[in-house]
């Protein structure tokens, strides 16, 4: 076993050696934004409602709608979020999370694969909705795509990290936690 962790741990350092210079860089993104960002606190805070609402509850009730069986519809939930933040919102719930950590990957890759042309087709032209809408709905995936857009991706790390943060919280309070697993039907 000692082994097979060696290798897992030997492949994996490389990439996490690079997480804390991807995370600088977005962070002095958002810095330099910060005048931007607190003028448009408004629209942020809503992005952010609306990422949890329907990040979280608007997936559960959707996949109770498709008839999923309990466990796809707990797994599915916490889809839009980074996966260590998944991993705590499954943790909350009582689920497994490696079916959830797998399903973030596909949201994050169709998000960033698709989500720029249909932004750009449902009229979303500026940063500010731009980057808003990939961090909200297309966590840390999403919002490396935006680097292609630098004047949106700041607007992408603060929705990816509220919209995170927010549902972590929702699902670990008792009364939002229950309200979430009553939407999901399990």
Same mark, same amino acid.
């Given at each position: 076993?000692?082994?097979?962790?060696?290798?897992?741990?030997?492949?994996g350092a490389p990439l996490q050696r690079l997480l804390g210079p991807s995370v600088l860089a977005l962070a002095v993104g958002v810095y330099g934004r910060r005048r931007d960002v607190a003028a448009n606190w408004k629209a942020v805070? %809503?992005?952010t409602a609306a990422g949890? $609402?329907? #990040?979280?509850?608007?997936?559960?009730?959707l996949a109770r709608a498709a008839g999923l069986p309990p466990a796809a519809r707990l797994a599915l939930l916490p889809r839009c979020i980074t996966s260590?933040?998944?991993?705590?919102?499954c943790t909350s719930l009582g689920e497994d999370h490696a079916a959830a950590v797998a399903l973030v990957v596909v949201t994050g890759v169709l998000g960033a694969a698709g989500g720029p042309s249909a932004l750009t087709a449902l009229g979303a032209t500026k940063?500010?909705?731009?980057?808003? %809408?990939?961090?909200?709905?297309?966590? $840390?995936? #999403?919002?490396?795509q935006m680097g292609s857009e630098p004047e949106a991706q700041p607007?992408?790390?603060?929705?990816m990290s509220l919209v995170g943060a927010a549902s972590v919280v929702a699902a670990s309070l008792p009364p939002t936690r229950a309200a979430l697993r009553a939407v999901a039907g399990v």
């Open positions: 076993a000692s082994d097979v962790y060696k290798r897992q741990a030997l492949c805070a %809503a992005t949890v $609402g329907v #990040g979280l509850y608007g997936t559960a009730l260590p933040l998944a991993i705590a919102v940063p500010l909705p731009r980057g808003l %809408a990939m961090g909200a709905a297309a966590h $840390g995936i #999403g919002t490396a607007f992408a790390a603060i929705a």
